[in-house]
């Protein structure tokens, strides 16, 4: 697997520290687009999700809590029941438009383990952990693409609107 490969080679890249800038919903191809933005730089970085991961990071960010645990609160609870950590979680790689993604669980002896992940529900774990989130510079470069960067340049805080 592509994902495995790249965790031997890592020691060479760098990973930009990034937040949650938005959700939006994008009509062109009726999918949610979860916006990231570097926290020390401009960089910024779209992924379109589906409906289903969307709600979910929505739910999070807004701290509603559900009457039963989602999947995502399952998994934390799973990680935190068995008292291990998520340290971190990153955006590994781009292959034909799709992201990969590994969410970091700290073994207790200090080391991790990157378990294979998308990286919307990466996130939608790491809002509910409070885990950083990083991105491989080398996707921040992939994803150049001026007609998309000219799109999410327009965009107005209207256009955000309400996801649920």
């Known amino acids: 697997m592509i994902f495995k490969l790249l965790l031997l080679k890592r020691g060479a890249y760098l990973f930009k ?23 020390n730089g401009n960089n910024t970085l779209p992924i379109w999700i589906g409906k289903p991961e969307a709600d979910s ?17 399952l998994i934390k609870n799973v990680i935190t029941g068995i008292n291990m950590k998520v340290t971190k979680v990153v955006i590994t790689e781009i292959v034909d438009n799709t992201y990969y993604a590994g969410i970091y669980i700290d073994k207790g002896d200090g080391s991790e383990i990157p378990i294979d992940s998308r990286p919307s529900d990466a996130i939608a774990v790491a809002i509910r952990i409070n885990a950083p989130i990083f991105v491989d510079e080398q996707v921040i470069e992939h994803k150049n693409n001026d007609e998309l960067e000219d799109w999410l340049k327009k965009l107005k805080p209207e256009d955000f609107g309400n996801i649920m």
């Open 57 to 73: 990071i929505a739910l999070a960010l807004g701290k509603i809590v559900t009457p039963r645990p989602l999947t995502h609160d």
């Open 17 to 39: 520290q990034m937040k949650i800038e938005g959700l939006l919903f994008d009509p062109r191809s009726n999918m949610y687009i979860l916006l990231l933005k570097e926290i």
